[in-house]
């Protein structure tokens, strides 16, 4: 697929990496935490496919999904040590970090994917990237996956009563341990990699996941009942290290930038369509019961998350809410 001229047939004078001049000799690892079949691997694999060709081979781009290299406990850590340079967590695996990554968590928030992209693009949205140079990472782009919806073992859910008593994994604590919490539900975050064997186990009852996430992973394998009901989001952010890219010359960094803004597109682009794909291959599987929240269901559940919405709003901060409400306007 990757049609490389070989290394050899550069023309580097240059002598290896870190000269001023021509395209440095590196290799760059991109580590991720979910499957193939996803927006996030479509994205990197074509960061890769545009880094290595426009480089002549010079820049090699090595690929981990599935939490092959890093997972969600130590993909962080191991960027601001440059152990990779680049990684794509969903935002609510940075809520630690800067209240603002709870966006994608507010229930009902965004009405779809551009909407989201539009808020991540704008100002308010870069000025969440920016706080997280304090730990010496840059924020590039936002890539969507989509709305999330619930699985579980126990029952069918259809109103905000029935995940009473419950146990969820989330992604990430605050907004969604409050969302749950409000639902009479308990939380806890599982890593990615370790969610398949913790509803198997029954450890959790249910999860909450984007189609292609849950089809990608067969959680429909050990969850009984799923509700489309698209109540948060997954967003992730691309983030690299700033000494690694503060290091890079001209020449190159623009290769990578150029590289990052062609995989925005893609991952952009297949996001929907991989969900779209992933419920048909869910219910052609048969495995899980599917419901389909109607307007009035979906309308219990706004009203119902009404505090914590408000709540959250507040503590992200009143005007940076009202630039993402307006998005979806
Ligand atoms: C999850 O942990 O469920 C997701 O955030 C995984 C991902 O990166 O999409």
Redesign the pocket.
């Known amino acids: 697929v990757f049609s490389l001229a070989a290394c050899s047939s550069a023309d580097s004078d240059s002598g290896g990496s870190g000269e001023a001049d021509g395209v440095q000799e590196l290799t760059i690892k991109i580590s991720?935490?979910?499957a193939e079949n996803?927006p996030?691997q479509h994205g990197a694999l074509a960061m890769k496919e545009y880094i290595e060709k426009e480089s002549d081979g010079k820049i090699k781009v090595q690929v981990y999904p599935n939490s092959q290299l890093f997972g969600?406990k130590d993909e962080y850590q191991n960027l601001v040590a440059n152990n990779v340079q680049f990684i794509?967590?969903?935002m609510?695996?940075l809520v630690g970090n800067d209240p603002g990554f709870n966006i994608p968590s507010m229930p009902f928030l965004f009405k779809d994917d551009e909407a989201a992209n539009a808020f991540w693009d704008g100002e308010k949205g870069q000025e969440i990237f920016k706080r997280l140079e304090k730990d010496g990472v840059l924020g590039l782009s936002m890539w969507p996956?989509g709305a999330k919806h619930i699985t579980n073992e126990k029952k069918a859910i259809k109103t905000p009563e029935d995940l009473d008593g419950m146990k969820i994994?989330t992604?990430g604590g605050q907004l969604l341990e409050a969302l749950y919490g409000d639902l009479g539900a308990g939380s806890t975050s599982i890593?990615?990699g370790e969610?398949y064997t913790a509803l198997q186990q029954g450890t959790v009852d249910g999860?909450?996941?984007?189609f292609s996430?849950i089809e990608s992973k067969k959680f429909d394998e050990v969850q009984k009942y799923m509700t489309v009901m698209g109540h948060t989001r997954?967003d992730?952010a691309l983030l690299t290290n700033t000494k690694f890219w503060d290091g890079l010359n001209d020449e190159t960094r623009k290769i990578i930038e150029k590289g990052v803004e062609e995989a925005t597109k893609v991952a952009r682009d297949s996001a929907a369509d991989l969900n779209d794909e992933a419920l048909k291959t869910l219910k052609d599987r048969g495995q899980v019961e599917i419901h389909e929240l109607s307007e009035s269901e979906i309308d219990a559940f706004k009203k119902h998350l009404e505090p914590v919405y408000s709540e959250w709003a507040e503590k992200i901060g009143a005007d940076i809410i009202k630039d993402a409400e307006s998005k979806s306007k």
Do not use: G, M
């Open positions: 991720h935490v979910v996803t996030k969600d794509i967590p969903d609510a695996k996956n994994r992604q890593p990615f969610l999860q909450e996941n984007t996430n997954v992730y």
